[in-house]
């Protein structure tokens, strides 16, 4: 540095990452580092800061506002600090992943979190429950800056694009997605693309991939000035003066530059930068840059305007550096001027006696700048002459392309009658996108390409064109794991217990090539015969499953692609339903799921066609999947015993029952994850991504469970590291998460309660019978689900005593219900006989419990009812009709 500036480093925290903030007015810096403290420098004094302990450490941003401050750490916090007193106040934001930065808005009453998530909270300061998010970035969020009006907020995300949100409204809007200016880079790197707001507030700045600094105006995001830093590598930082007239840049090149904003030259370079700064900032008022690096240090550079350009440093607020400034036109040409009510004020005058002639006014100016006259001698008829210069409007509108506006037509709307058969308004319905079952998004240089019960696979980006996939089993003894070098940069995936699908899209390489399908099976007694086959020019693949008799690929030109194990094609043919979807495989069962006709909130209802590969039997063809209004398809998959499965975003799992058979399908629901008993406090916020069913019904009754991932706070999708699988018992939904966190309370009540009256056994009953209401209508869908599966397959020994346990548990269930209803009484007879006329009876022996709970309850007439109806089915024998009265 050079020697007339008085600067001296200044130890402010634990050798790493360090960052600073002043507060609005000047008086004090905050800085935050690796260690649990922070510290606050009073501007002019040499004084020791103030010290603020147990804060968190790993600290990764922080900010200033009137009287606080707030920092964010890698532990996923965000705190709030008072500066008078030095304390800390609240954590405002907890989240599951590191925090990479915060920014305040101008008025300090909303901060902008940015994380390893997928999501930016903007969280009031004031109030911490008042929180919008902004949602539309696929990837880790390495930098947020607010507009000087508070009312704009800029996302730098990891995947190289900048993402515009407005906050005008309820909802925050995604208002532009600007790419191409920064680079994609990590979320913990050094190097920097945060968004520069020039004070002017029409335009901002950002570090470029070529280490420049490029400007854009948001007005019509049009790209302007760029300053040529050459810098020689990555920025690590940059701050406009408060009055825009100046540009701080730094590098990890260890230099310092000063440019000159409206020329963009270099004023001033420092190079004896001794470590890499992180973050600097300007004095709102006074000659000062102060800076902090990768050593803890803080740096306040007094003086750091030379005096030969301290001018500049004293101006009022200047421009942003433009090409053209977007108010003025483009190329500086003013554009048309906004006109009053929408109507051309000209004024009569004498024609022009050249007119159209080579060399007339008009042909030198152009139309821009001709004036509208009266035709011929300007006098005739005057063009009907009437102005409207005062809006009151008796006469008609014209635009600025001198055509009347269409406002005789009450308000654009035709009669039916007279309607054209086309329409200005586009027609554009909701068309469900295609997506993989398990596939999450890019997460940083990350993700997942297919989660399943037997394990998932995952492929990280990799410096030049590739990615390392890797795939991993849950049963490491039986399988193991692998991982390979990508040059085809795979996108989908598939896994089973035989091998696993691969397939990329076209010009994924970058030298044109094809889309391909790859199948690696796993190792056998036999060499591996993995193969490759390549998909026609121009067709990309939009979804991949692996059964394991056949590989099932739908493509972007709507086919289905069959194959077998070995790569040999089975079948091609088109899908009805487009465009497609999805797809699912079992055996020798193909799922195929696609866009349907349109509905009145012009979204597509979803078409889903099942059929057999092996026998050429289509049992469902084009049939409507259950989704409810604004909800989309997250997964479909097979269980284990051949069932289909859907998982929509509500949180629903349902399968389908009797698609064997052509107009019995239906969609019926097993688990809502919403009515999760624990969700019931309230406390919890998570969600649940689908993996699969296991379903094989056990010896003690029906043993499927939903198998899925618990992702934690507001995230959607699983990350690194990938959780573990959860398991949860079906449970069709019967009653809310309240209800059921009420039942539990009352139970609680009544443990503790010394005199239990006949309420509290009243709600003890009710509580009861909505446990055996549960498990007599989710062991019926089990066993109606079960019993056609083996009506269609050849039942094993086991498969058949599993289909006897599960009668015998909707008989169990029954039975209870049958005592519930004697102990409330003799009203309840003919809701008793209901429940005995329900039982399957398939041991024989369950009409005659039942007569002995009657019994035991003194329900003489119920006991005789019982007793007749059993003679009647002995009578009836099996597989004979009975008569419904009784």
Known sequence: MASH??????????????????????????????DNYCRVFTTGSDDEPVTIDDCQENNTAVVAGNGFFITGSEDGTVSKYSLESGKFEEFLVRTTLPIRD????????????????????????????????LRDQPRAVKHVAFEKTGTKVAVSCTDGNIYMYTLDGDQPKMV?????????????????????????????????????????????????????????????????????????????DLSLCLWDTKTQKLLKKYDGVKATILAMA?????????????????????????????????????????????????????????????????????????????????????????????????????????????????????????????????????PASKRRAYSSALFRPQVHEPFQPGSTPWRGQRRLLCCSLTGYVETVEQEGKHHTVSVKFYDEHTFRNFHFTDVFLYDKSCLNENGTLFACQPNSTGDGNSAMIYYRPHETWTSRTEWRTNLPTGESVTAIALSDSYVCVTTSANYVRIYSLFGLPVRVYRQKSSPAVTCAAWRDYILTIGNGPVTSDLSTQLLYTIENIKHDIVYQDSDILALPPNTTLTSVFFSAEGDPYIYDSSGVLLTLLGWRTAGQARWVPMLDTKCLSRLAGGGKEESYWPVGVASSPSAEGPGAKFHCMIIKGREQYPSAPVPHLSEFDFEIPLSSAIDKSKSAKKRGDADISDDEDDDTATKTNETKQQEH???????????????????????????????????????????????????????????????????????GKMLDLAGKVASRYGREVLGEKIRELAERKALAGDGEEMDDEF
Not at 12 to 30: E, I
Not at 105 to 111: F, L, Q, V
Not at 112 to 125: I, P, Q
Not at 192 to 207: I, Q
């Open 773 to 843: 209401e549960q498990a007599f209508i989710l062991s019926s869908t089990l066993h109606s689900q079960f019993s056609s599966t083996l009506s269609h397959t050849r039942p094993t020994h086991f498969q058949k005593q599993s289909l006897t346990k599960l009668e015998v548990a909707i008989d169990r269930a029954l039975l209870q219900l049958l005592g519930l209803e004697c102990l409330a009484g003799e009203d309840h007879g003919m809701k008793a006989l209901e429940i005995v006329s329900l039982m399957r009876d398939a041991n």
């Open 282 to 414: 300007w004095h709102p008022t006074e000659n000062i840059l102060s800076y902090t690096n990768n050593e803890g240090e803080l740096f306040i550079h007094t003086d750091i305007v030379p005096e030969e350009h301290l001018l500049l440093l004293q101006k009022p607020t200047i421009s942003a550096p433009f090409f053209h400034d977007p108010s003025e036109g483009r190329a500086g040409v003013a554009p048309p001027q906004k006109l009053t009510n929408g109507n051309v004020q000209t004024l009569p005058g004498r024609p022009r006696q050249r007119e159209g002639s080579a060399d007339s006014l008009e042909d030198i100016l152009g139309p821009e700048f001709q004036d509208d006259v009266a035709p011929e001698d300007g006098d005739e008829e005057m063009n009907d002459f009437v102005i409207d210069d005062d809006g009151a409007g008796y006469a008609p509108a014209i635009t600025a392309q001198k055509k009347r506006t269409n406002g005789h037509l009450a308000n654009g709307v035709e």
């Open 102 to 133: 915060v920014a305040l808005s101008p008025d300090g009453n909303w901060i902008a979190v940015a994380s390893d998530e997928l999501v930016v909270s903007v969280v009031n300061t004031k109030d911490m429950t008042q929180v919008r998010t």
């Open 176 to 252: 532009k997605k600007v790419d191409g200016m920064i680079k994609s880079i990590e979320a913990d790197a050094e190097s920097s693309s945060k968004v520069l707001w020039h004070p002017d507030g029409r335009a901002f700045a950002t570090p470029t991939a070529m280490r420049q600094v490029q400007v854009m105006s948001t007005s019509d995001w049009e790209r302007q000035r760029v300053f040529k830093t050459e810098h020689s590598a990555d920025i690590t930082a940059a701050a406009w003066s408060p009055n825009g007239a100046l540009l701080a840049t730094t590098s990890s």
């Open 5 to 34: 500036q008085r600067l001296r480093a200044r130890q402010a925290h634990a050798p790493g990452a360090t960052y600073l903030a002043y507060t609005p007015n000047g008086k004090k810096l905050v800085t935050a580092g690796v």
